[in-house]
């Protein structure tokens, strides 16, 4: 298993940016793929954002173009870098290894965007 902690979330106004971190356990980090995924009040968890070991990014079409995910395998970290942000961004946002195959989840951090 591979242990995450999610933390950089905090309340921003509309248009404005935050950065989210995720520090994972364990030298396997490198090895995986890895994602951010975001869970709204009584919504669903969806994926935000996903990247390789290679480096390639993939993004949900509601947040492409204003989100950036990144790795820095030497921290074994995952960032997701969040500008021009919107009311419909506020959520709680995790992140975990691709495929889970079970990983649990983080605890999260929440992200609120409101004026």
């Known amino acids: 298993q591979v242990q995450l902690v999610e933390s950089g979330g905090g309340l921003v106004q509309p248009g404005g940016s935050l950065r989210l971190s995720c520090a994972a356990s364990g030298s396997i980090f490198k090895v995986y793929a890895m994602a951010w995924y975001r869970q709204a009040p009584g919504k669903q968890r969806e994926l935000v954002a996903l990247?390789?070991?290679?480096?390639?990014?993939n993004y949900a079409d509601s947040v492409k173009g204003r989100f950036t995910i990144s790795r820095d395998n030497a921290k074994n970290t995952v960032y997701l870098q969040m500008n021009s942000v919107k009311p419909e961004d506020t959520a709680v946002y995790y992140c975990?290894?691709?495929?889970?195959?079970?990983?649990?989840w983080g605890q999260g951090t929440q992200v609120t965007v409101s004026s």
């Open positions: 975990n290894v691709v495929p889970r195959s079970g990983n649990p």
């Open positions: 990247i390789i070991t290679a480096g390639g990014t």
